[in-house]
């Protein structure tokens, strides 16, 4: 059964602190690995893809880099306005559905000015 | 663009009423998803429609229809709810479900509330 383990739960930083979010995955084959962003009552805003071990890709202060087991998203100089729930979620190659996305539970960012 | 929109923002309901949530895009995507998420969960699968014909129903009750019109739109029809139905409902659409760039992207949601 493929599993997504995001850590921590909950992360405070002060605004300027680098840091860094977890997920480690189990998949039988992974198709894709998803990050998104969420905030309160409003849908998942996509962030990035990665395929395969070695990828990385940026976005404004955040990078995301993926290996054989686990994903980080790397958040440099972080903002207030980056205060936000991130999910991942993988797609794995399997012979059922290739629709399905396994998320984790989210890690909570909160920035402090 | 990556949009997909949906309405209502809110509704509230009682348990005996009919009502629908609507979702459009316009990215010429071909899978269609809805997605239930309660607080602080991840979202939940409820459905994917793949070239406008249901592929998966992840044994949901009957009282959630879902119906794909066309390409670029899709509904979700209910009835008879209860409270703990009571969520987020996000669409979500990728280019085909098939392909390997197959990246969802989500709406902003209905927040519904069930009386």
């Known amino acids: 059964e493929d599993q997504v383990t995001q850590s921590p739960e909950a992360l405070r930083l002060q605004e300027g602190e680098s840091s860094s979010l977890n997920c480690s995955y189990t998949?039988?084959?992974?198709?894709?690995l998803f990050w998104y962003r969420q905030d309160p009552g409003k849908g998942p805003e996509f962030l990035f893809t990665?395929?395969?071990a070695g990828e990385e890709k940026e976005k404004e202060r955040l990078k995301a880099t993926l290996t054989k087991k686990e994903s980080f998203l790397h958040i440099t100089a972080p903002k207030p306005e980056d205060s936000a729930t991130y999910l991942c979620?993988?797609?794995?190659?399997?012979?059922?559905?290739?629709?399905?996305?396994?998320f984790g539970k989210g890690t909570l960012l909160t920035v402090n000015p | 663009d990556t949009e997909v929109t949906q309405t209502p923002k809110h509704l509230v309901m009682g348990m005996t009423n009919k009502k629908s949530l609507k979702c459009e895009q316009h990215?010429?995507?071909?899978?269609m998803y809805w997605y239930k998420q309660k607080a602080k969960k991840p979202p939940e699968l409820m459905f994917v429609?793949?070239?406008?014909?249901?592929?998966i129903n992840e044994s949901v009750p009957s009282r959630f229809s879902p119906e794909c019109p066309n390409s670029s739109l899709l509904n979700l029809h209910l009835h008879a709810l209860q409270p703990e139905d009571s969520a987020l409902y996000l669409c979500?659409?990728?280019?085909?479900?098939?392909?390997?760039?197959?990246?969802?992207?989500f709406g902003p949601g209905t927040r519904l509330l069930v009386l």
């Open positions: 998949v039988s084959g992974l198709r894709g």
């Open positions: 990665l395929y395969s």
């Open positions: 979620a993988v797609q794995a190659v399997s012979g059922g559905s290739n629709y399905k996305l396994t």
């Open positions: 990215m010429g995507h071909r899978a």
């Open positions: 429609y793949s070239y406008e014909k249901l592929s």
């Open positions: 979500a659409s990728s280019p085909s479900g098939q392909g390997r760039q197959e990246t969802q992207y």
